[in-house]
């Protein structure tokens, strides 16, 4: 699909990346990508989709802006609070680049319009906040052969990966089922750095772009986690379970909210049991050798390799500098693996 004068104008500096040039930007033209979610992490993902060229750009969300989503959700503004995001992202988009095609459409994403929405484009960006999406979104994916990129956000942490590429690893070969209502804490609870979804949406969106002009080599089989407290990125490989690629129906999607729950301990709780519980550092070596309190030294990019050194039959307190890494850490030990002994120390080393 061959590029207008003005939109070479407009896409000049990509046309004189080395390595890019105008075959890749023509590729990006002739692509299409749908967007779950409008909302923190939609927002900078639409925003660069939409500034790169991608040819058509769906948005499908049902969701009105609210006042509590400006401090993160970059589309929106003040004289948009009760108006539909899709619609007013779809509107923004248009007048950011004329070239390209957007659809706004405003639905609930669902088990019932799923595959439909899916099959008209090539590639699937989740940016949704809850687990009932994620799993439905990538299932939908795996029926139809499209790949998925997802992302999420949490407090200070944000983590990205690349699912279905190629009929490689799936949300499901990283975590296999879901966690219940009651495992959950309340959304409304939780809270977010407000630049956080800017930086997690940006690798997003670099992955749906590297994917879309096939350059580069995507997050497939690669977990990406983002600790912003201290500006540190930690990637994890696992593996692909080729059971997951079996997938031909939909089923029931009716979790809540978001993340498996955590239990947590204090420092002081630590210091008064130290000669019972089993100590888990997964900073890096270099943090470890700086400063420890004992225990194993298990980086976070080395977990899954070393889950079997960690044991099921005690008490272990994971802990990194701030609580962040380790959070990850657990969450992926309890949902892959199994462990159901495992503590967060809260707020880290810091309060050593």
């Known amino acids: 699909m061959s590029l207008s004068a003005s939109e070479i104008a407009l896409y000049q500096r990509h046309l004189i990346l080395p390595g890019f040039g105008l075959d890749a ?17 939609g927002c900078p993902v639409l925003l660069y989709l939409t ?16 006042e509590s989503n400006l401090h993160r959700q970059v589309l929106y503004t003040q004289a948009d609070i009760g108006k539909l995001k899709c619609e007013v992202a779809a509107t923004r988009m248009q007048e950011m680049n004329p070239y390209i095609s957007v659809v706004a459409i405003p639905s609930l994403f669902s088990k019932e319009n799923a595959l439909d929405i899916l099959r008209d484009y090539d590639l699937v960006v989740d940016g949704c906040d809850n687990f ?21 956000i949490f407090k200070y942490e944000g983590q990205v990966s690349v699912f279905n590429y190629r009929n490689g ?41 590297k994917i879309a002009a096939e350059i580069g080599e995507p997050l497939s089989g690669k977990l990406l986690v ?21 997938i031909s129906s939909l089923e029931e999607y009716d979790f809540e909210c978001d993340f498996r729950a ?14 019972e519980l089993i100590l888990i550092d997964v900073r890096e070596a270099h943090e470890y050798a700086a400063f420890n309190i004992g225990g194993l030294n298990i980086p976070l990019s080395e977990l899954t ?7 099921k039959d005690k008490t272990v307190v ?35």
Request: hydrophobic content about 40%; charged content about 20%; glycine content about 10%.
């Open 25 to 41: 930007q023509e590729k990006l033209k002739s692509y299409s990508v749908l967007v779950i979610g409008a909302g923190g992490l």
């Open 51 to 66: 500034a790169a060229g991608i040819g058509k750009i769906g948005i499908i969300d049902n969701d009105v802006v609210s």
């Open 132 to 152: 009932s999406t994620r799993y439905l979104s990538n299932d939908a994916c795996v029926i139809l052969g499209k790949p998925l990129v997802s992302g999420s």
């Open 169 to 209: 690893s799936t949300y499901r070969c990283l975590f296999p089922e879901a966690p219940s209502a009651s495992e959950m804490p309340n959304c409304a609870e939780i809270g977010v750095l407000g630049v956080l979804p800017g930086v997690v949406g940006s690798i997003m969106a670099t992955e749906a772009i």
């Open 226 to 246: 983002y600790d912003a407290l201290q500006m540190s990125f930690n990637t994890l490989s696992f593996s692909a379970n080729p059971e997951n690629q079996k």
């Open 262 to 275: 955590v239990k947590e301990i204090t420092a002081d709780e630590v210091k008064n049991r130290l000669g």
């Open 305 to 311: 390799k070393h889950h079997r050194s960690i044991p």
């Open 318 to 352: 994971v802990h990194c500098q701030v609580g962040v890494r380790s959070r990850t850490a657990i969450e992926i030990l309890q949902t892959q693996y199994g462990f159901t002994n495992l503590l967060n120390l809260k707020n880290g080393l810091k309060d050593w």
